[in-house]
């Protein structure tokens, strides 16, 4: 990080060449931090040396397809890419590759939700960002490398994954509003399909009005439908197909042992007693709390004792509990870290 900010002066001096260096260097020394390799991109295009440009920018997209997509196709100073028909049809060419190749890693993982920094302290009253740095990832077990499946500016707050695997709904994050002598509400949430097979991300549709409590979960032939408990107690039941909310009535409220219900409340996720089992690769998982006190993913395979995945910051298999929550107790991944 250090030489990224020195790249970055040089940067901003026109001192390009020098700040490659220092880029270089830094993308050296760890891979997973993406700020290097989108300023390298930068550098050459501002030089107006566009090939050099595409040519770092596709071995972004390539190494961390998410979020670096993304970032190369929303980075202002990449943007004369985009214009000149040969670049943006290298990068596309890239984009389709990288989201292929994703797509089948994520499939192939066991997917859960973590987070990548500690997260913003919820204290005292009023209206407090739900800023929890969260993200879901893909472990993968063979190669024991970790994937960015959401790019969500860290405000993903529970997922549920179909029972095929191919689909997965999240909810992000918006607020938490707390009033004396008032049950705490969640205001503005919303809630968003991914498809693992394309990587396509759905419109964010926004719940209505503040929510005491969301269940949601994939019911039969894989529909996707969701309870929420607003500010005066009273249920509400919808139906979500990706792109649009439907209120319904005939959601039955009585799950069967297939079916799992996440559910977010003003505390956040608690953990769950729920076991993921992989007989394919011949583990299990369960949420459980490590030896600093965080909520973790403890692995086990045969009979050894397991260990926990790399989530220094805290990790759980549907969500995580706020901190300072009566449910949080009291480190991420290695993140795939994209500060410029």
């Not at 270089?24 to 390799?37: H, I, S």
Request: aromatic letters at 8%; glycine letters at 10%; one cysteine or more.
């Amino acid at each position: 990080m250090n030489l990224n900010r020195e790249g970055k002066t040089l940067y901003r001096d026109g001192r390009f060449a020098e700040a490659r260096g220092k880029y270089q260097l830094a993308r050296e020394l760890d891979p997973d931090f993406l700020a290097p390799w989108l300023n390298l991109a930068c550098s050459y295009a501002r030089e107006e040396r566009f090939t050099e440009a595409t040519e770092q920018a596709v071995a972004l997209i390539r190494h961390a397809y998410v979020p670096g997509a993304r970032e190369v196709m929303e980075a202002a100073d990449l943007g004369a890419l985009q214009i000149r028909p040969q670049e943006l049809a290298k990068l596309k060419s890239a984009l389709a590759e990288a989201s292929t190749n994703w797509s089948k890693a994520a499939r192939d993982g066991f997917v859960f939700v973590a987070r990548t920094q500690p997260p913003v302290k919820l204290e005292g009253q009023g209206i407090l960002v739900l800023g929890m740095n969260q993200e879901i990832y893909a472990w993968l077990p063979r190669s024991g490398r970790y994937l960015p499946i959401t790019a969500e500016d860290g405000r993903v707050l529970a997922f549920a994954r179909s029972p095929d695997g191919r689909r997965i709904v999240f909810l992000r994050a918006g607020r938490l509003v707390r009033a004396a002598g008032q049950a705490d509400l969640l205001r503005g949430l919303g809630v968003r399909e991914l498809d693992l097979v394309s990587m396509a991300l759905g419109p964010l549709v926004e719940l209505p009005g503040d929510v005491r409590q969301v269940t949601m979960w994939f019911a039969g032939q894989g529909a996707f439908e969701m309870e929420l408990a607003g500010a005066a107690g009273v249920s509400s039941k919808f139906h979500f197909d990706g792109e649009k909310l439907e209120p319904s009535q005939r959601i039955h409220r009585r799950f069967s042992a297939s079916v799992h219900p996440v559910v977010l409340t003003a505390t956040g996720v608690a953990p769950t007693g729920r076991v993921v089992t992989d007989a394919g690769c011949g583990f299990s998982a369960h949420d459980e709390i490590d030896g600093n006190g965080l909520p973790g993913i403890r692995i086990s395979a045969g009979a050894g004792k397991g260990f926990f995945l790399d989530a220094r910051y805290g990790a759980g298999l549907d969500g995580l509990p706020f901190p300072g929550s009566a449910s949080s107790p009291s480190k991420a991944l290695s993140p795939a870290r994209k500060t410029r």
